[in-house]
């Protein structure tokens, strides 16, 4: 927003120069300047407890993808709580817990867009007038709900390849790890995968033990499994970096020079889930190293025995 007239007195206003800003729109008579500034409004990326994504279609704003949920603040009020405002008013949805991940500037609008997670709880949506429609989206299916290039887009590249600390004595989702860090205090979902004394670390990636849902390691069946995930927590391994797939080696290498001391197995199974279809369960990259006995009921047999049985054939 320019001030070539005066919002006051609606004389036109002259330069001058404030301080390190040249030619600042100033009205003589007021004695007032005119800052130029561009609009605020809040960008919501709304997130349930097992990181589904929430999206919207208005159809003024974009008719061929689905955006996210964004509005102006009202006067005076904080941008965290025009997000729990305007997640509730368009999905009907109650936000549990926001956090700021970046601002993004919309050139066509002259607009600063202030990008938040927004979890809340799964449930049914009751959308506003201003809203055509509203869908959940699994984690292996939003981006492709966005369009490419759009802030929303932007956004939800920069909440799900963000780094993350991960401290001693914390633990990751079993879902979007993005939880730990974003959400600190929410812990509904269950535990996956725990840092605990059996972690190994490198410059890129971690291995950790595979744990059951109530976070213990497995102690009768996968016995001294191991997952790899990538520091970055890329969606897939195939979004890793040169770097990453280095280092991911050299962790592989680690791991089974450990597991052969300990555990001494008889061979191993090695592989990623890639996908919803595929069975990956978190949506972040991660490589399963399952150590195998030959005193298992399913030694000799791998995921191909399971793969290829009849009832694996397509309709």
């Given at each position: 927003m320019k001030f070539t007239f005066c919002p006051n007195c609606g004389n036109k206003n002259t330069k001058r120069n404030?301080?390190?800003?040249?030619?600042v729109p100033y009205c003589e008579t007021c004695q007032k300047p005119w800052f130029p500034f561009s609009y605020t409004c809040v960008l919501a990326l709304v997130i349930d407890e097992n990181s589904n994504f929430a999206f919207i279609r208005q159809s003024y704003i974009n008719t061929c993808s689905y955006i996210g949920i964004a509005g102006y603040p009202n006067p005076e009020?904080?941008?965290e709580e025009a997000v729990k405002r305007e997640v509730l008013e368009e999905t009907g949805l109650a936000v549990n817990h926001v956090q700021y991940i970046g601002s993004y500037y919309h050139e066509k609008r002259d607009m600063i867009m202030l990008g938040f997670a927004a979890q809340v709880s799964h449930g049914e949506f009751k959308i506003s007038k201003e809203v055509d429609a509203a869908k959940w989206f699994a984690p292996h299916e939003a981006e492709s709900a966005l369009g490419q290039g759009t802030i929303i887009h932007k956004l939800y590249k920069d909440y799900v390849n963000r780094k993350i600390s991960l401290p001693e004595g914390t633990a990751l989702d079993k879902t979007v790890p993005s939880h730990a860090s974003v959400f600190p205090k929410q812990r509904e979902a269950p535990l996956k995968y725990s840092l605990n004394k059996e972690k190994f670390e490198n410059d890129s990636v971690i291995g950790v033990p595979s744990t059951d849902e109530n976070g213990n390691v497995y102690d009768k069946t996968l016995i001294g499994s191991y997952v790899?995930?990538?520091?970055?927590?890329?969606?897939?391994?195939?979004?890793?970096?040169?770097?990453?797939?280095?280092?991911?080696?050299?962790?592989?290498?680690t791991l089974k020079k450990q597991l052969d001391e300990k555990y001494n197995p008889d061979g191993y199974n090695i592989g990623w889930n890639v996908g919803h279809i595929a069975g990956q369960t978190a949506p972040y990259a991660h490589l399963h190293i399952i150590p195998r006995y030959k005193d298992e009921p399913f030694a000799g047999k791998g995921i191909r025995h399971w793969l290829k049985k009849p009832e694996n054939t397509r309709p």
């Open positions: 404030l301080g390190d800003d040249a030619n009020e904080p941008y790899i995930i990538p520091k970055s927590h890329v969606p897939t391994p195939f979004d890793l970096s040169a770097k990453e797939w280095h280092d991911t080696k050299t962790m592989l290498d």
